[in-house]
């Protein structure tokens, strides 16, 4: 199992996590053990509903935790299935972690955990699981020196990793987790109604 550290990869175009996507998100991923988290604010660009991020875009940042936790156990792998639970919405601009878990592992299976949080009170907006497949040796081998990954050391780093459990404690949906409070996925007062033809943002 690696070390932890900030997940360092050559330039790439990558909507997620790449440098070289104008229009991306720019993640900044931290790694440990089998976990990975993430922190940022969404901007304007990723919302909706008014001032309320596209849950396309929540479903991204949590595929990608999920994903990188594999790195942990020296896995790169495809994304499988993956089903998500939206409790709360999400405003643009706010400060949001996301954080991925390995829970289980067979052979090329890997089930993980996400969560998408509050930092500061650790509320939750959404949570997900994930199977993923890893990628045989040869081409995990040959994505790693492609993309020149490396982790930097960790030490001074605020993002601290979850506590053990405490995803599968709090944000795993196989779990039980609590059904969103009555209203809580309304659009806010005032916010305005998506463009005809627009579909049915999240």
Not at 74 to 83: C, F, H, L, N, V
Request: charge should be negative; glycine fraction near 12%; aromatic fraction near 6%.
């Amino acid at each position: 199992m690696i070390e932890a550290g900030r997940v360092e990869v050559a330039p790439h175009a990558c909507f997620a996590c790449g440098e070289l996507n104008a229009h991306g998100l720019h993640l900044e991923l931290h790694v440990s053990g089998d976990a990975c988290w993430t922190e940022l604010a969404l901007r304007p660009d990723f919302q909706g509903w008014e001032g309320i991020a596209h849950g396309g875009i929540i479903a991204t940042i949590l595929d990608e935790v999920m994903a990188w936790a594999l790195a942990g156990s020296d896995a790169w792998g495809y994304t499988a299935k993956m089903s998500i639970e939206y409790r709360r919405p999400v405003r643009v601009g706010a400060r949001i972690r996301g954080e991925g878990q390995v829970l289980e592992k067979r052979r090329r299976l890997l089930r993980t955990s996400g969560r998408l949080v509050d930092p500061a009170t650790g509320e939750v907006f959404a949570t997900a699981e994930g199977l993923y497949v890893a990628a045989p040796a040869e081409r995990r081998d040959e994505l790693k020196a492609r993309y020149g990954f490396r982790l930097t050391p960790a030490a001074g780093d605020p993002a601290a990793p979850p506590a053990p459990g405490a995803m599968a404690a709090a944000g795993d949906p196989a779990r039980g987790a609590p059904e969103p409070a009555a209203g809580a996925l309304d659009p806010a007062p005032g916010a305005a109604a998506p463009a005809p033809g627009s579909g049915t943002p999240s």
